[in-house]
């Protein structure tokens, strides 16, 4: 573990109902369901962080959690004389804020207080439910090198795929100016995005592709 991982921390979303996958996710969150026998979905970003070398791990769960709760809890334990964790933060309501998440960012909100907890400098935000490899070591040191205030890390997708996806527009030097969420007619794919709008601090770092085709959203790293 390099200086730079010692000082990242990683936040998985946990997910919410999983609709497009029910029955699977009738007893279950998405980031639970089985995948190759004894493992879950969520086993993947998990591997893709310690692989990375991210040993310092949030799960962010709410809706029908306990079995991931469970998994989690059950597979994942480091030495007591290391820093490295993987921890469920659940949802709670508190004197401050009685509302249980209200989506992606509101999740991260309101659990601001325990990622600030430790001297961290950056937060990979990933989801619990991906299907992908990925060296997050790589997005970190590329962030670094840019200077950008919020690097994205999307794949690669073509056209019918979009319609399930959030997708960005980037410049020729990968820098992200729109963005658009579940587009429902092709024309939005092209039309969308003819003004800038966000600053150039925000990077597009993808993941190599053969295919030519937009970028969809996966993760991001803010720094502190």
Known sequence: MTTLQKKTLAIIMGGGAGTRLFPLTQKRAKPAVPLGGKYRLVDIPISNCLNSGLRQVY?????????LNR???????????TK??????AAQQTPEDARWYQGTADAVRQNLRYFLQRP???YLVLSGDHLYRMDHGDLLHEHVRTGADVPWAPPRSTGRRLRALGFCRATLNDVFFALKKNPRTPSSWTSYGSRPICSKSWAVRPIPSSTRARWASMSLIAKS
Do not use: K, M, P
């Open 84 to 89: 490295s964790f993987i921890e469920i933060l």
């Open 59 to 67: 799960v962010l769960t709410q809706f029908n959690s306990e079995s």
């Open 71 to 81: 998994h989690i809890a059950d597979s994942y334990q480091f030495d007591r004389f």
């Open 120 to 122: 961290y400098e950056y």
